[in-house]
């Protein structure tokens, strides 16, 4: 059993910063890569950061110089750290994840945590 918690959602001002963690628990040995994802209302899930096996990463354009995203492999968590927040930002924002385990691999999503931007 794999769990992925989620943490370090919630309201924040307009230029605000927050940093979202998710950690992978379980019959895991590490993570391989990860992915941080939104949905904002009547909008569909997209991709807004991923990290692969090698520590390269990606972004979408709408959030290229403002997001970050990293790991810790002692602790098998993925971060996102956003500054220079906007209200377009707003949205429920998941991580995936792509682990390792006693044999193969798997894929598994986080609950989502909930990222509001308003002054």
């Known amino acids: 059993q794999v769990q992925l918690v989620e943490s370090g959602g919630g309201l924040v001002q307009p230029g605000g910063s927050l940093r979202l963690s998710c950690a992978a628990s379980?019959?895991?040995?590490?993570?391989?890569?990860a992915g941080w994802y939104r949905q904002a209302p009547g909008k569909e899930r997209e991709l807004v950061a991923g990290?692969?096996?090698?520590?390269?990463?990606n972004y979408a354009d709408s959030v290229k110089g403002r997001f970050t995203i990293s790991r810790d492999n002692a602790k098998n968590t993925v971060y996102l750290q956003m500054n220079s927040l906007k209200p377009e930002d707003t949205a429920v924002y998941y991580c995936n994840v792509l682990v390792s385990l006693e044999v193969g691999s798997a894929n598994y999503w986080g609950q989502g945590t909930q990222v509001n931007v308003s002054s």
């Open positions: 990290i692969a096996i090698g520590s390269s990463t």
């Open positions: 379980g019959r895991i040995f590490r993570i391989l890569a």
